[in-house]
């Protein structure tokens, strides 16, 4: 299996308290995303060899590369305050607990393959910002976050999903563990007991829901 392609960048907002998310929004279009776990490890060494050995997993260093920060992030992520359009950034802010999701395509024997990542519990700092006058080469500059994933309190800190043959698919599952409301439109009425009849939507990959 080859990995190749990471996309649909989403965040939102944990309640440290009943572990659920809220406040999610897209974070820009994905450049990269990197998650390196550490673990704390014992051995017990017997006759001259290595007996036992236990590895626990104590966080995971998370970097993500997008094309844009959108307003929001500033306040569901780091604690900043806006009002009016404008950001206010003050030195007692806090960053909050957010969930990261985000997609990533493989290759399985010629067969293009979709699968959603969680972090459940991520906590990021902003990056450096670099300004630069428009020189005789035009330089891209581009938001990097540094965060760090720890586990909720029944001991998950990532969940990969299955490989869906749809990155829509992919993307609204990514959704759904986020509590992000789904996009819905409205089909063509029919006829009878169809549900596509008027007053029902359904979502980017068809399934159908009525409105209420």
């Keep these: 299996m080859a990995y190749f392609g990471v996309s649909s960048p989403y ?14 929004f ?7 995303t990197s998650v390196t776990p550490s673990y704390s490890s014992a051995v017990l060494y017997a006759d001259n060899a290595e007996a036992e050995r236990v590895d626990e997993f104590v966080n995971a ?13 500033a306040q569901i992520v780091f604690g900043h305050t806006i009002t009016d359009g404008v950001t206010t950034y003050k030195g007692n802010d806090s960053s909050n607990y957010v ?29 450096q910002e670099s300004f630069q006058t428009k020189g005789e080469n035009i330089t891209f500059a581009t938001p990097t976050l540094s965060g760090s994933a720890t586990v909720l309190s029944n001991d998950k800190w990532k969940t990969v999903s299955e490989k869906f043959a749809s990155l829509t698919d992919a993307e609204v599952w990514i959704k759904t563990q986020l509590n992000i409301p789904l996009t819905y439109t409205e089909v063509t009425p029919a006829s009878g007991d169809n549900p596509k009849a008027k007053g029902w939507y359904e979502s980017k990959i068809g399934r159908a829901s009525r409105r209420e």
Aim: with cysteine; aromatic share 10%.
């Design 99 to 127: 969930g990261y999701g985000f997609w990533v395509a493989n290759m399985e024997d010629g067969v293009k393959k979709y699968q959603g990542v969680i972090l459940h519990k991520v906590k990021f700092t902003e990056g």
């Design 11 to 24: 965040m939102a907002q944990l309640d440290a308290e009943t572990e659920t998310y809220s406040n999610g």
């Design 26 to 32: 897209k974070c820009g279009k994905a450049i990269s």
């Design 61 to 73: 260093a998370v970097e993500v590369g997008t094309d844009r920060l959108p307003a929001q992030a």
